[in-house]
């Protein structure tokens, strides 16, 4: 059993930025994917980064050139360094990871906010 537990989330402005972490119970170097997902009001839950156990990283063009995610191994911990924030980017963001054994996990969830 894996637990992602993920922190950093919180209210800010249009324009600010905000860094989520992503801490595994585990060494995430026995993940194949660690990914950051985030759930809208009314909409479904929708990838927003990926990274690979091989550091690769694809994004969904709305965060692109914003939004950064990364991990560090030593510590066992996911981040996504969010920058530029828009309203829209306003959701729960859930941390996922994809183990060699267990399969899938998901955080319980950070809730971020931006206004306008």
């Known amino acids: 059993q894996v637990q992602l537990v993920e922190s950093g989330g919180g209210l800010v402005q249009a324009g600010g930025s905000l860094r989520l972490s992503c801490a595994a119970s585990?060494?995430?170097?026995?993940?194949?994917?660690m990914a950051w997902y985030r759930q809208a009001p009314g909409k479904q839950r929708e990838l927003v980064a990926m990274i690979s156990s091989g550091g690769s990283t694809k994004y969904i063009d709305s965060v692109k050139g914003r939004f950064t995610i990364s991990r560090d191994n030593a510590k066992n911990t996911l981040y996504l360094q969010m920058s530029s924030l828009k309203p829209e980017d306003t959701g729960v963001y859930y941390c996922?990871?994809?183990?060699?054994?267990?399969?899938?996990?998901w955080g319980q969830g950070t809730q971020v906010t931006v206004s306008s």
């Open positions: 996922y990871g994809n183990f060699w054994v267990g399969g899938d996990y």
């Open positions: 585990t060494s995430i170097t026995r993940s194949n994917s």
